[in-house]
């Protein structure tokens, strides 16, 4: 099993997995031994904090070893190429978790029949949006149908996932982007051809937001930008998260994959304040990840 995206997965697949996490979460001593004897290589291209640590504190959790490799270490595609990373990882473990900078890279690297785990592309970001969904579910204890999902900002790996995710589990999700910035029209075709009957509006009218429980905000300025601080400012500031929004829309959580930058995306206060789920989300990575991770290592061969 390979999870490049959350369209590896069927939506009873995500429930699965959300589920897993919950009882892993209440109940780590029942999957010490998961991967015991297992060692995960763990192919970082770009820099990490929160994935980093939750998978390796996850992987020693479940009795495996995480084998950490960065790009100036392997130099991917230049000292050797990816298929032949891939190959030889394949001798001496047992999975790949990998963040890079193109989702081909990814692609290539499941060519050695071991598992990949996408740790963040350019157009997925799969482990963060289940660590969304498991926070979503804890914030309301209900059937999630009836939560309104709003996600403000640029409509980049975090954004895309989060679709997949809402789309599968039939959410409410609206989407609001300044013009130009949208979900690319490749993947919303994709969307769409897997889930025609999903529950996401995605539009650029800032006029237009409905009432929302959760809003969900992500940097404007992703890791391979170019755009200069300034531009990113003057075309995204109108699409601030701050206090006066959250209580326009009567917001009561608020969720960033994190790494924030305080008073652009989001400000100091609503980041801070009493709706502010982030940390919560922060955690819930090394939950969902173990899941995805105890999921592999029961699969025949593994
Ligand atoms: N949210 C997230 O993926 O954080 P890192 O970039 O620190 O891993």
Redesign the pocket.
């Known amino acids: 099993m390979n999870i490049l995206s959350l369209f590896d997965l069927t939506a009873p697949q995500i429930k699965h997995v959300l589920e897993l996490a919950s009882a892993i979460k209440a109940h780590p001593a029942g999957y010490q031994n998961s991967l015991k004897g297992r060692s995960i290589a763990m192919m970082f291209e770009?820099?990490?904090?929160?994935?980093?640590?939750?998978f390796e504190v996850g992987i020693q959790q479940l009795g495996g070893q995480a084998i950490y490799l960065d790009a100036q270490m392997i130099e991917p595609g230049q000292r050797e190429s990816v298929e032949d990373i891939a190959q030889n990882l394949s001798c001496w473990t047992h999975g790949i978790v990998a963040?890079v900078f193109k989702h081909e890279t990814l692609e290539k690297l499941t060519t050695a029949n071991i598992p990949v785990i996408n740790?963040?592309c350019d157009q997925h970001?799969p482990?963060?949006s289940l660590a969304d969904l498991l926070t979503i579910q804890e914030r309301y204890p209900v059937d999630l149908r009836v939560v309104d999902i709003l996600y403000l900002g640029e409509g980049n790996n975090?954004c895309q996932s989060l679709m997949v995710g809402a789309a599968a589990l039939g959410l409410k999700l609206t989407v609001v982007t300044p013009p130009g910035f949208g979900p690319k029209e490749a993947f919303l075709t994709q969307l769409n051809s897997r889930y025609p009957n999903h529950k996401i509006k995605v539009g650029t009218d800032l006029n237009a937001i409905p009432d929302a429980d959760v809003v969900y905000t992500d940097t404007w300025l992703s890791?391979g930008d170019t755009r200069s601080e300034e531009e990113t400012v003057e075309i995204f500031m109108p699409y601030q998260v701050n206090q006066e929004l959250i209580n326009r829309l009567k917001a009561t959580t608020v969720l960033h994959?994190?790494?924030a930058h305080r008073n652009n995306e989001v400000t100091d206060e609503v980041l801070d304040g009493p709706h502010s789920s982030v940390l919560q989300q922060?955690e819930n990575?090394l939950y969902v990840q173990k899941a995805l991770l105890h999921m592999i290592s029961q699969e025949k061969n593994a």
């Open positions: 770009k820099p990490s904090l929160r994935t980093r640590v939750s963040r740790a963040l970001h482990c963060q975090v890791m994959c994190l790494p922060a990575r």
